[in-house]
């Protein structure tokens, strides 16, 4: 078992790319990379949103109690943050040369985190986002002159019909070459496309992950796979949340009387895990990953899957669930 010291150290004057920084497990996975370890920059990639631009917008992200503790242990944290202006949607990321230039020279690790998670997103706008947008950033990594590590981040739900789903691909209906080339030609029938898919959003996520698998580029990479993110359980703050998705949503309704049932089987098992254990998993995933591609030869080798979940070892049954709250 490696330890915190030996983790740090592997990231100790590194250089980051972190997509998605702006949502749940972004924040948190920055702040704890600042926190934990001496790194030198942390590049974010941030689209212009609402009236406002990159660099607006982070501005006020990083005034939130999120980040107090490190703002405590260390106040010049923003010194460590390069915020770049791009959008994973267009194909050259929407990058400025002189940015693309700085990421080709500079970046170490990169951590993809943004997706679309909407459940009721359209198949097209999914597909933009969730498997076009990770093959921009893939064209990109290709040219990173001093690349250690790439972690895309999945979901445990990518072939949710499966009874059992273990540390390994599962084939899909369609490539994502297929799957473009579909749209604009016809109208499409998602439904019949999905299959056994419940929405968008695992379907995207399963055909991305064989595009990964092939890994043609000899990358560095390798793919996490998180369950249902729930609140933190210690840092940087004891149960710090900030959305209302899966759980939290539906406990919500329920106690200000929006919802007043709900469909479920008390015996099914739910997979939730804490925030906080999630983005200390995916840090080690980038570690693991660094040390096993150390030798060259070993990037030739397919891709390596981690499921991050609790059912295997502290399965939460819903009837459990709901009466601990």
Partial sequence: ???ASGITETFENGTFLVTGS?????KLLVEKLLRSCSVK????????KKGLDASQRVADIYKKPLFDRLRKEKPDFMNNIKVIDGNIEEESLGLSIMDRNWIIENVNFVFHCAA???FNETLEMASKINIQGTCNLLKLATQMINLKGFVHVSTAYSHCSRVEIREQYYPTPITATELQNMFGVDELIESKILGNWPNT???TKAIVENVISTNENHLPISIFRPSIIGCTKSEPEPGWLENFNGPTGIL????V????TLQLSKDKVTDIIPADYTANALISVMWDTVKRHQDCTQIKEQPKIYNYVSSADS???WAEYMEGM
Avoid: C
Wanted: aromatic share 12%; hydrophobic share 45%; glycine share 12%.
């Fill in 257 to 260: 009387g929006f919802l007043r």
């Fill in 1 to 3: 078992m490696e330890t």
């Fill in 201 to 203: 959003y695992t379907f």
């Fill in 41 to 48: 920059n942390i590049a974010i990639l941030v689209r212009n």
């Fill in 315 to 317: 399965p939460l049954k």
């Fill in 252 to 255: 919500t309704g329920l106690m």
């Fill in 116 to 118: 679309q998670v909407k």
């Fill in 22 to 26: 702006t949502g749940f497990l972004g």
